[in-house]
């Protein structure tokens, strides 16, 4: 893998949150975005950073898109066959905080005290934790030793 792309990737996979506070409309405004300045490898991953099962339904969040985006979507993730880039961030985004990197758990448990418990969470997490270990047995080690105090930033806040 190119560690450069991987990590613009892992800087522009929001960028369609530049466009206000949404819910899946953010990945749509991302990908319409790096299509008009024709970075297509990046607009892919503002759409499937969010999939790691490759079904629009589990989302954890506000489905404000369009019928027509939502056909757009099913499609182009069913037809996608994921690379290393896009489990990469998925896994990256499902492993940071706003400020730091954590234990997946932490992140997962942030994102269901924000959004509930959809019927489709527990299948999530499993594969989210799939994207983890493939990424484990890639480097040979547990990733989160490769990030800086992942297990400080995972501590439990007692007072
Ligand atoms: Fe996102």
Known sequence: MDCDKAYVMGLMHDIGRRAGIKGILHIFDGYDYMMSIKQEEIARICLTHSFPIKDINPFFGKYDCSSEQKEFLAAFLKNSEYDNY??????????????????????????????????????????????????????????????????????????
């Open 86 to 159: 896009d489990i990469l961030i998925q896994l990256c985004d499902a492993i940071s905080l706003p400020n730091e990197a954590c234990i997946m758990e932490k992140r997962l448990v942030d994102v269901a005290l924000r959004h509930g418990l959809p019927d489709f969470t527990i299948d999530k997490w499993k594969a989210f934790m799939n994207t983890k270990k493939h990424f484990d047995e890639l480097c040979g080690c547990n990733i989160y030793t490769l990030l800086p105090n992942v297990l400080e930033n995972s501590s439990v806040n007692l007072v």
